[in-house]
Structure formats: C-alpha cells, structure tokens
C-alpha cells in the first residue's frame, strides 16, 4: 500500500491502541491502515465493540485511560498526531478537526445558552471578536437549517428536541472550518425522519465546505447512502476496504458477505435475510488465526492458525481473507 499521496487528508498507519491491565494488554485497535481523501466520506462499519469508536478516540488522542496509542502513525496535514503533545492536540481539536458524537445531550453544556456554546470554539481557535464571533454563530444556526436564528441562539440545550442539539453540535463541528469532521453514530439516538435530515445535512456541509469526514456507523445503509469509501472493522482490526459502490455490489470478505445478507437478504432472494451465526468475539477472548474463523462457513485449517495478511485486490481494495491469498 502506498500512503505519500498528496490527495490524502488523513493516514492511519498501523495504528495500536491498547488498554493494559496487570498482567496482560487488550488491543482494541490492532494494527489499523485506513487514509481518508480530501472531500471525501470514508465510512467505518462495524458491529459494537468493534474497536471504531477508539478509532476515532485515537485519532482524536481522546483514548480515556488506561488505554493509549502504543504504535503506529496518524498523519494529517503533515504532521503525526500519534507523537503530538497533549497542548498542540488542543489546538487542533476543534480547528482543524471537527467531533460530532451520539449524545448530543452530553457533549452540550446544559447552562449555556446554544449560541454562546458555538461562538467558545470559535473564540478558542480563532482571532475574532465578540461582535464577530457571534454573527458568524447566527449564520451558522442559519446554515444548519433554523430560522429565527437570533431566538434560537438565545436558547438552552433542554429547549431544543434531540435533532435540533445534533444540528447545534453540528455547528459547533463546523465552526472553525476543520478540513476533517468524525462522526461517530450521530443518528442513532434520533428517530429516522430527523436522521434523514441530518444525514442530507452533513452531506452538504462535506461538499459545501470542502471537508473530509469520517463517518462510523454499524448501519450499512448510510454509509451507502453518504459514503464513498468504506473499512469493515472486526476484532479491532479492518478486514475489508473498499469503494462503496463496488462493496455493495460484490463484498469481499466472508464477514462483509455476512453482514450485508443480514441486512438487504441474499442476492435475488432479497427478502431471505439470513443472521451471522455466532457472535463477536471479546477482546479478552480472541480466537487464534483469523479472528472471524468461528463464525466463518469458508474456513481451512490455515484459517485457525495464522492471521491473514492484508491482499491488495485492485486499486483501493483490499481484504485480509486466505481465499484471496492465490
Ligand atoms: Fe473465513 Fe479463513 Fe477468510 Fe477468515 S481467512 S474469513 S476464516 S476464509
């Protein structure tokens, strides 16, 4: 694989994170390689516990201890967050990164007016004054879709319903025009009409401001709908990439198979949705070889031995699966 691209906003190169105990260390994120392009929507999909929302944490340098980053490199805009001190992550928190997470209820201040928590982050990063800083905060609620902008920044978080605090953080995300936002299950907490309207949001905030995201998800369908390259993460580990077209079209690996005949039912028999026997394995009590092999109707004997490596299959796919390695 190569990763000196100048198209490349981010590259995560056998990125480990690992939360360690007496005697023994869990990798949640094992030895990771994903890049995220410039303008693009990279998906990562996964079942929960997977390991992609420390992904993102990792990423972020947001890992709550005793976890921690123990090998590897994140590249963005030319420099290795993996190695960045706690004080120069802050500065790019917020900046040039952008967060968007599930519970938008959480992530906000309950005592602080809406509109005075959009114009801290831009105070934070950016040299502007107050009279500034808060009409560009009016021109940010007007961009992620209210009216009545000025009553709206005046409100506290328990005034507004679940969609309107994802839309608040949404501003909050874009605010100092980041080139990269993550977005890590913002919808799940929301019912389908207002996620709708947050995912044709996001959509167009990506292409209006010329941004990247990374968007995780264990919901296939919006990454179908929002994305344009997408990871399959399992045990920690990225069993498939792809291109989103080409993976939903012909999937790669058994897993990935898996999951989408769970979901869209198995090819001309659409409504035959058929479940992944078995059940993700905890991190405590990994198979050997491949970490899918258990669950897996195509596995060998090689397949409870080793590991496999990454196969390249064509340009910008690759998979960890034996029945590719010939
Ligand atoms: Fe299945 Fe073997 Fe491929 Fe793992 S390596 S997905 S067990 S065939």
Known sequence: ???????????????????????????????????????????????????????????????????????????????????????????????????????????????????????????????????????????LLRQVGFDKTEKKYLQYPHQLSGGQRQRILIAIAVSCNPSLVIADEPTTALDVATENKILSLLKELVSGYGMSMLFITHNLNIIKRLGQRIGIMYAGRILEQNIVDDFFNEPLHPYSKGLLASIFGIKGNEKRLKAIPGSVPRLSELPTGCKFHPRCSFAMPLCREEEPPIREIGNEKWVRCFLYQN
Request: net charge negative; proline share 4%; hydrophobic share 40%.
């Open 1 to 139: 694989m190569g990763f000196a691209d100048n198209n490349r906003l981010l590259n995560v190169f056998d990125l480990r994170t690992s939360f360690s105990a007496d005697s023994f260390a869990l990798h949640a994120v094992d030895n990771i390689s994903f890049y995220i392009k410039k303008g693009e929507i990279y998906g990562l999909v996964g079942e929960s516990g997977c390991g992609k929302t420390i992904t993102a944490l990792s990423i972020m340098k947001l890992v709550p201890p005793p976890g921690e980053i123990v090998g590897g490199h994140i590249f963005f805009e030319d420099r290795d967050l993996a190695t960045l001190s706690d004080r120069d992550m802050e500065k790019i928190r917020g900046d040039r990164i952008g967060m968007v997470f599930q519970e938008p209820m959480t992530s906000l201040n309950p005592v602080l007016r809406v509109g005075e928590q959009i114009e801290e982050t831009l105070v934070a990063h950016k040299n502007i004054s107050k009279e500034e800083s808060k009409s560009r905060s009016i021109e």
